[in-house]
């Protein structure tokens, strides 16, 4: 039955028509494989247009026959306590409003958590001075968590929903002037022990946890980073010391303080999760880790380039944090926000294009011509709003990151014509080139890496998600590897770069030697070698190749019914998984099926040799994971804790290839586990 208010009566009205027929139809003619979508039409779209007639999806559909729907007036009408509450009852309201926030934030609506509480309905007719400075700030909260996440919009309406449906949240108040409030309550409370007796504590604990997350709202929106730390240590220190209290039984009016169908009368029907069964213990653990991981990836520095907070952003992400410290860590790093106020593009940019690739336009005292000096200019504001857009969907969860890496990819184009007319300009303009040996085009190799890069994570996100079914993973491996061998020839060449830029200041340090005379000490540039991130994409190289290999040799061996690729039309289907690749320049466009042609040309098609290639590549993948173990610890490596695992992966694979090779096959058909790593997986034959 639904229920539905109108004029005051409730109305129920039921109407069905059988649609079974129509949907078994529709589906009949979709290809296994095929999912309709329109990027106007979402899943929470989706749901709203149907009404289950279930109150877990549909907030209307209740039985009224077993509970009263009160509005704030009837509440107050019928004598809720608003005056008079004993230490134990504040103590219960404060600790359950904690877990009730929560909820809300792990995905549960506003109506079936915080606007339970028939307080939150009432706050000017409240008395009692403490409860009233704790509801004000309750809903300050929720008002400033609701303008972090429309602003940083990481979320989606299946992650947190921001529908008041008609309640206030102060949202007009002066947060400066309600927190200094909210702190003073705070000082007091803490010299009335004996007023509060047992429930001093949880009440504590409760103004406290406010305190610091309000603090830290108001800090993350109107300073730096640098001044976070001690909201943040004021948050985290309440959470321990917050213990639920007992219910207190009955209360002096027939009112409790959570109603669940608080002024349900003002809710549309449409979707909600199911309220989740979330004991207080977990409710504030779940506080805890969002805030420790939120502190933990905490990524400004006066020094930070660009490789290094994509890079901690990146670990930030793969840490799996929830919406609290995904829209806490957006808010930092949006485009308009203080950390790009505190790194000018000079840090944060170019200090990561000649890091990597000796760019010589970039040193101090190059002189350019106008021309040159302004496609430069226009390369350095790109690279920076680059960087700046993809630091912000990094603070996003899994799918809401490949989405936007979908679209962000043709924004790169423009980055790499700029840098491709920056490197021309400067090269036929400059008067001070250092030497002609220094490569030519770094910024064009700096954007082709930044775009290619972009195009591994966005193959890599697909693998995390588990998106592709068996029959599609030699052409997804087909494509990392492709990828990443485009990522790896840029850094080979960068490298190339670095050791001759470092010759030219090598021979000017030398001659400056002889200038000056012997008596000084010549100091003697550093010499480059690999980074990092480069053994890193070394590593998804050859584990891609490895991964490739070995599936044409169980193919080869006729091991492989699972894998049979039954797709018919690559267009289709490139469209669909590699669709944003077609819309880059550089990496260049490639085709699975021209690999397919290709190697069935090659004599080494044979079980064995694959076989024998999949044992060489993963025995490459080993070395990369060892030289990786083997930086320092100043090397930011994204994807770090997956070495392991990689390491797991690559040793069993190398293992099972070379047993594989000498035709000792354990099954009659491959098996293919991803129970160690999600992306790259243990085949056995």
Same mark, same amino acid.
């Given at each position: ?275 989740? !069964?979330?004991?207080?213990? &977990? @409710?504030? +653990?779940? *506080?805890? #880790?969002?805030? %420790? $991981?939120?502190? /933990? ?68 005292? !190059?002189?350019?011509?106008? &021309? @040159?000096? +302004?496609? *430069?200019? #226009?390369?350095? %504001? $790109?690279?920076? /709003? ?78 995390? *998600? ?220």
């Amino acid at each position: 039955k639904g229920v539905y208010r109108a004029g005051g009566d409730i109305v129920i009205m039921v109407a069905f028509e059988d649609v079974f027929g129509l949907l078994k139809q529709a589906t009949s003619e979709l290809e296994p494989g095929e999912l309709l979508t329109d990027e106007d039409f979402t899943l929470f779209q989706a749901l709203t247009a149907l009404e289950m007639l279930d109150p877990r999806m549909d907030t209307g559909a209740v039985q009224l026959e077993q509970e009263t729907i009160l509005s704030a007036s009837q509440a107050v009408k019928l004598g809720m306590e608003l005056t008079t509450l004993s230490p134990q009852q504040l103590a219960f309201i404060m600790t359950h409003s904690i877990k009730q926030l929560a909820l809300w934030l792990r995905g549960n609506s506003l109506a079936e958590t915080l606007f339970t509480n028939a307080y939150l309905h009432n706050v000017q007719a409240i008395q009692h001075p403490l409860l009233k400075t704790f509801v004000s700030s309750l809903l300050k909260t929720v008002d400033q968590l609701r303008n972090v996440a429309m602003a940083t919009n990481v979320y989606c309406e299946e992650d947190l929903s921001l529908k008041l449906n008609g309640a206030s949240v102060l949202s007009g108040s002066s947060l400066s002037k309600l927190l200094a409030a909210h702190q003073r309550a705070c000082v007091e409370l803490s010299k009335q022990q004996e007023t509060y007796g047992d429930w001093h504590q949880a009440i504590v604990s409760s103004m406290g946890f406010l305190s610091g997350v309000l603090d830290l709202l108001k800090v993350i929106q109107t300073s730096s980073a640098s001044s976070l730390s001690a909201p943040l240590e004021t948050a985290l220190s309440s959470l321990p010391g917050l213990t639920e209290a007992p219910d207190p039984g009955d209360w002096p009016s027939s009112i409790p303080p959570f109603h669940p169908h608080m002024n349900l009368h003002l809710l549309p029907c449409g979707p909600n999760r199911h309220l989740e !069964v979330l004991t207080f213990t &977990e @409710a504030t +653990a779940w *506080l805890t #880790t969002e805030l %420790e $991981l939120f502190q /933990t990836h905490l990524p400004i520095t006066n020094s930070v380039t660009a490789e290094q907070l994509l890079a901690k952003l990146d670990h930030f992400r793969h840490d799996g944090g929830g919406i609290l410290s995904n829209m806490l860590m957006a808010q930092l790093v949006l485009p308009t926000a203080d950390v790009f106020g505190l790194v000018s593009p000079s840090k944060l940019v170019t200090a990561t294009v000649v890091e990597f690739t000796g760019a010589w336009m970039l040193e101090p005292g !190059v002189t350019l011509s106008p &021309e @040159a000096a +302004a496609a *430069l200019n #226009t390369f350095q %504001e $790109l690279a920076f /709003t680059a960087v700046k857009e993809r630091a912000l969907f990094s603070c996003m969860n899994r799918g809401r990151y490949r989405r936007k890496l979908a679209k962000y990819l043709p924004s790169l184009q423009p980055l790499h014509r700029a840098a491709l007319s920056a490197d021309i300009l400067s090269e036929s303009t400059s008067e001070t080139k250092p030497n002609s040996k220094l490569k030519t085009n770094p910024l064009a190799l700096y954007a082709t890496l930044f775009t290619s890069r972009a195009c591994v994570d966005y193959l890599m996100s697909g693998l995390e *998600l588990k998106l592709h079914g068996n029959g599609e993973l030699l052409m997804i491996y087909w494509y990392l590897q492709y990828m990443t061998g485009w990522t790896v020839r840029c850094y080979n060449s960068a490298y190339h770069g670095l050791v001759a830029r470092h010759d030219v200041l090598l021979a000017q340090a030398k001659k400056s030697d002889k200038k000056k005379g012997k008596g000084r000490k010549r100091r003697v540039p550093k010499a480059p070698t690999a980074s990092a991130v480069w053994h890193l994409h070394d590593c998804i190289y050859s584990l891609a190749c490895g991964v490739v290999a070995v599936l044409r040799a169980a193919k080869a061996a006729g091991l492989t019914s699972e894998l049979n690729e039954t797709y018919s039309s690559e267009g289709n289907i490139f469209n669909h998984r590699f669709g944003p690749f077609g819309t880059v320049e550089v990496p260049q466009i490639a085709y699975y099926s021209d690999f397919v042609t290709a190697t069935e040309l090659k004599e080494d098609t044979k079980a064995s040799d694959l076989f024998a290639s999949a044992h060489k590549s993963f025995e490459a993948a080993l070395h990369s994971i060892e030289a990786l173990r083997k930086m320092p610890s100043s090397h930011t490596v994204p994807y770090g804790y997956h070495l392991d695992a990689w390491e797991k992966v690559a040793k069993t694979n190398m293992v099972g290839s070379k047993i594989a090779q000498l035709g000792r096959y354990q099954n009659d058909q491959v098996v293919i586990t991803f129970d160690v790593d999600a992306i790259f997986p243990i085949v056995k034959m």
